[in-house]
Each structure stands twice: as C-alpha cells, then as structure tokens.
C-alpha cells in the first residue's frame, strides 16, 4: 500500500498550490483526479472564458468610437475563436500533469473516497496519508423539471463548435450574464429567464440595473420573476415554457441556476465529515470535524467569495499549516469580485449598501467615464462608488467599466494597506494613462472629505 504524508482529493488551484510547496519542503505528495487535471477554472472555466471574451472586448471598446470606427464591420468569427481557444487551452491539463510529475508528485488518476481518516480508495486501490485535503470543487446545478436533461451548462457552452441563432439562458447569475455579453454580441438571438426581479446579487444595484438596460438596448431579452416549468424538443429545437405561460423556441438552452460542491460519493458520510448543502463545514485553520483532514476551495461550506484566488489562498495557507510555518487561524484579506460581463462590474470591501446605515462611512461617486473622456478611451458611462472610513482610508469600492478588473486589482492594494492620499501622494505613478487619472480622482475625494469633517 502506498503511503503519503500529504494526498489531495481533486487537482484544481484548491490543490496543486499547496502540493507543490509541500512537495518542495520535502514532503512526499499525491494527487487524485477522477477528471480533467487542473480542474475547472484551467480547463473549462476561468481561462477559456477570459480567452473567448478577448475579442468582444475588442468590439466593445471600439463601441465607443461611434464616429471613428466603424464598428458594424467587425464581428468575431466564432468557429475561428473556438479552434484558437482549443489549441491554446486543450493541452493546458498534460502540461500541468507533466509537472506535477516531474516535480516529484505523484497522480494518481480515479475516483477517491474517504475509508478512514488516514485512508482514500482509489477505485479499488487503497492509498494512505497523514493529512488529506478535499478539494473536489463544485458542478453545474440542474434544475429538477421535465426535459432538464435537455439543457446544458457551462462547461458545454465553453465547447460550443459554432455559435447557436438562438439561446436561452435559465438564471441571471454571473454565468448567464457573462454569456450573454458574448452571444449577443455574435448576432444571437438571446434570451433570460429568472425566477426574481434581483438579477446578479453581490454587485452594486445601480451598476447591476445599468448593465442589465445596456444588455436590452444591444437585443438581450429579460424575462423576470418567471419560474421555468419545462424544456421539450421540438425538431431541432427546444420550446421552454414557464408557469406563467410564456413560451420560448429557442436551439440552446442553458441551465446556470448556480452550482453545488461535489460533496457526494467521497466517503464523507461514513467518516462523520460535518457538510451541509452549501459544502464541508471547517474551523478557522480549513480542518474538518477529522483534523488531519482538510478542505480548500469552493468545496467549502462559507461566506466568502468562491473564486479562484480564494482557493490558491487556502491552498497556500494549508500548505503552511502543514508544515508548521502558520499556526495561526486563516485570516482573509478584502476579496475582490469581478463580474466578466461587457463591460464589468467589480467590487471590493464595504458595500454601499453597508454603508448606507453606516454613519462611519463616507459613500462617494466617481463617474470618471465623463470626468476623463478621452483618457478613458470615450467609455463616458464608466463610473466608481468608493467608500471611506473615519480614518480617511478606502475600505470598499465598485466599479462599472470596461476595465473594472485591472482597477479593483490596483484598489485592492490600496483597501488592504489602509493607504490613505498621504500615503498615494507619495508614490509617482506613470502618466498618462488612465489608472493614474483613477487614482488623482480618489485622491481629491478623500481631501474633500477630509476638509468637509474638518
């Protein structure tokens, strides 16, 4: 029986970060994958995704030069797109494999479930360790209707050889909105059904309700508090039908009503692993109710994000955890969020709306679309929130623009070190550009604010 001081259930970033830290402090490392090594965001998650939307970004962007550019002759050549993205991301998943291996980590390819605390079966092939991690991520929920065998997820529509006339996404969740950014985009017909009027919770409503007004102007069509009752085929095609009677042919439907941790069949029944719906319940250093059990990554049962940075920082803090270099409980700094819709949304920190009943805050808006016009690439519509605290310190921001992702990175900085505009204006950043003019715009907002509570 082959015997491990550290096994990994599952191969995602919830997992190989740590392997290979432990593998390099000397510890002997397994992984198990019954899947795709890697896991979904390198294969059939974050990275396709980023890689497909690259060339709407471009169409976007060129959007806003309506008198410069004639953007209504450029289109991106779906079935073109598809064959780059295989090529780049197919092989992704050997070359990972590959170097798990030659760094010294053995994979083991199968299903594993949990025997004992100390013991994982392969498919039949018992492996033993002194400490285990669960990383075994989540999957795509399917709603229980009829023909819910009919509809698709996300990992199919990031497969999709030529792009459909006609899809119909079920939920108005980060997936759906993110696609739609792209089908629409392509000439599709494209439709949303959600069973509230609350699409994309976790964003900041006003932003949320200024995407969803630009989605219609481009041709998506919302259909809100509808609740999907059925999927049938119809020749080539599908009808969707709601409670409420309305009725939609469509050729593509596509569930994304969230997903759910893989949880089942991996034996944590049997040991008394504690779990609940939402995924396996751990204390403030990531261990089961078992403690030389593990868990990491969207697996968990929590309240922060569950993104993919998240899970390579429990994979580190695991890691150190192991190896006795942090005996303390995990301690998360401020998560940023990025909704990859066309254009974005992010957020980081305090909310609005937690600090609208707040009198320690301070809420102040930025349009800087309309205050940088051309610095900002014409994109007048690009607006951020910030929100301050008493000690004139950025604690949260949300962002609606093309470029939300790379400037909530720049402000994640800035909310973690508790920089104030004393501390900015001691640092030189290039010029021009427009993540400098970002930043001259939150300075002037904290002196006005300091001058006002003076």
């Keep these: 029986m082959k015997k491990f001081d550290v096994v990994f259930i599952g191969s995602g970033h919830a997992a190989w970060h740590a392997a290979l830290t432990l593998k390099h402090a000397g510890k002997s490392v397994a992984i198990i994958e019954k899947d795709t ?53 197919n092989p992704l998943s050997n070359t990972l494999k590959s170097m798990f291996e030659q760094q010294g980590i053995e994979v083991i390819m199968g299903a594993g479930k949990l025997v004992d605390a100390h013991t994982i079966d392969v498919e039949g ?10 990383a075994t991520g989540q999957h ?12 698709h ?47 994309l919770e976790g964003f900041n409503e006003k932003h949320i ?43 593509y439907v596509l569930d994304a009503t969230g997903r759910k941790p893989n949880v089942q069949n991996i034996g944590l029944d ?76 992010s957020q980081i920190g305090v909310t609005v709306k937690e600090a609208e009943d707040n009198e320690a805050y301070t809420i102040k808006d930025i349009p800087f679309g309309k205050q940088m016009v051309f610095e900002y690439k014409n994109e007048i519509e690009a607006e951020m929130t910030i929100i301050l605290n008493a000690d004139k310190q950025l604690v949260g921001a949300e962002i609606y623009a093309d470029d939300a992702a790379n400037l909530i990175n720049l402000l994640t900085f800035i909310v973690n070190q508790k920089l ?3 501390d900015l204006n001691q640092l030189i950043f290039a010029f021009p550009g427009s993540s400098s003019g970002v930043l001259d715009l939150l300075k002037s907002c904290y002196d006005v604010i300091y001058k006002k509570q003076r």
């Design 37 to 89: 090594i890697a896991g979904t965001c390198t294969n059939y998650g974050c990275n396709a995704k980023i890689l497909l939307e690259g060339p709407y970004e471009v169409l976007e962007e060129a959007s806003h030069y309506p008198q410069i550019i004639e953007s209504d002759q450029l289109h991106v050549n779906w079935e073109n797109l598809m064959q780059y993205k295989k090529a780049v991301i």
């Design 125 to 134: 092939t018992p492996i033993q360790a002194d400490n285990i991690v669960i």
């Design 140 to 151: 795509s929920n399917k709603l229980d209707i009829e023909g819910s065998a009919l509809t």
């Design 153 to 199: 997820d996300s990992r199919d529509f990031l497969s999709l050889d030529k792009m459909p006339n006609n899809i119909t996404f079920i939920g108005a969740g980060i997936i759906s909105i993110e696609f739609a950014s792209i089908a629409i985009k392509s000439g599709a017909e494209v439709h949303v059904i959600h069973h509230t009027d609350k699409p």
């Design 209 to 251: 309700a200024k995407l969803i007004h630009k989605l219609e102007s481009e041709g998506v069509q919302f259909h809100f508090n509808e609740n999907v009752q059925s999927v049938q085929q119809a020749g080539n095609s599908y009808n969707v039908t709601t409670e409420s009677g309305l009725s939609i042919d469509t050729e």
């Design 270 to 345: 049997e040991l008394g692993i504690e779990y609940s719906e939402k995924g396996i319940r751990v204390d403030d250093h990531l261990r089961t109710n078992i403690h030389n059990i593990y868990a990491s990554g969207d697996v968990l049962d929590k309240t922060i994000p569950k993104l993919t940075p998240t899970a390579t920082f429990e994979s580190n803090y695991i890691a150190s955890h192991i190896l006795g270099i942090n005996p303390n409980p995990i301690q998360y700094p401020a998560i940023p969020s990025v909704l990859y819709s066309l254009p974005r949304l």
């Design 420 to 422: 104030t505009a004393k």
